[in-house]
């Protein structure tokens, strides 16, 4: 079935250390996402590929960065993680082509998660 | 800038009641989706609507959108205690690169009492 995974679904690390986590999609979709979510909040837009393009959003910290080396793959990568990066990570892609209009081809699919802890 | 309220937060109600939950967004946009979310887990899309009038309908959810009004509802009939979670609405506009973004509402916590 086609899909969105993430690896590793639960990700420990310490103050300060560096941690990269994984997403993957077997739907060749053209944009990929990667939202952080805290304990009871809403989910909030990091930044996203379309196709190789990245776009951040304004108010994502530098500690935060992204690379997908090609269409299946993208990765979040924090620099120096900190207490208050402790959060649920969702990848999330969508279709998109370049012109579409109309229909529901542009709903967002969800990854898993990536549960991430901060010592 | 895009702003999204859902109410209520907090909602619990009694097995086969019926309810309504509201998400008003501040400025036009594409489309409106509504995810479910259960603890500790991603979110599941639910129903898009595409259109002013629209509504779907799958099993006891039912979401209706009125985009003069700014308003989309997700209507719950005769719950059952599987409806128990989080329910977020999301609005979706177009943004550089020509890719759509969701911006979420906070969220509403259903739980659904015997």
């Known amino acids: 079935d086609a899909m969105v995974i993430q690896n590793p679904r639960y990700q420990v690390t310490q103050f300060g250390k560096p941690v990269t986590l994984s997403c993957s999609q077997t739907?060749?979709?053209?944009?990929m996402y990667w939202y952080q979510q805290k304990s009871s909040q809403a989910p909030k837009l990091l930044f996203h590929?379309?196709?190789?393009?990245?776009?951040n959003e304004a108010d994502t910290p530098d500690n935060f960065q992204s690379r997908r080396p090609n269409t299946s793959f993208c990765f979040l990568d924090i620099r120096s993680p900190g207490l208050g990066d402790a959060a649920m990570y969702l990848c999330?892609?969508?279709?998109?082509?370049?012109?579409?209009?109309?229909?529901?081809?542009?709903?967002?699919?969800f990854g898993p998660g990536t549960r991430l802890t901060v010592l | 800038e895009l702003k999204v309220e859902q109410n209520p937060l907090f909602l619990s109600m009694q097995e086969g009641k019926n309810y309504t939950i509201y998400c008003n967004y501040s400025?036009?946009?594409?489309?409106l989706y509504w995810y479910r979310q259960d603890p500790g887990k991603s979110l599941e899309s639910l129903f898009v609507?595409?259109?002013?009038?629209a509504v779907k309908q799958e099993g006891r959810l039912m979401a209706s959108l009125d985009t003069k009004a700014r308003l989309s509802t997700l209507h719950i009939t005769a719950a059952v205690h599987d409806l128990s979670a989080t329910y977020f609405c999301?609005?979706?506009?177009?943004?550089?690169?020509?890719?759509?973004?969701?911006?979420f509402g906070s969220g509403t916590q259903l739980t659904v009492l015997p």
């Open positions: 999330a892609t969508s279709r998109d082509p370049p012109g579409s209009s109309g229909g529901a081809g542009d709903t967002q699919y």
């Open positions: 739907l060749n979709h053209n944009v």
């Open positions: 590929y379309y196709d190789k393009d990245f776009n």
């Open positions: 400025t036009t946009s594409d489309r």
């Open positions: 609507l595409l259109s002013n009038g």
């Open positions: 999301a609005v979706q506009r177009f943004s550089s690169g020509s890719a759509r973004q969701l911006t």
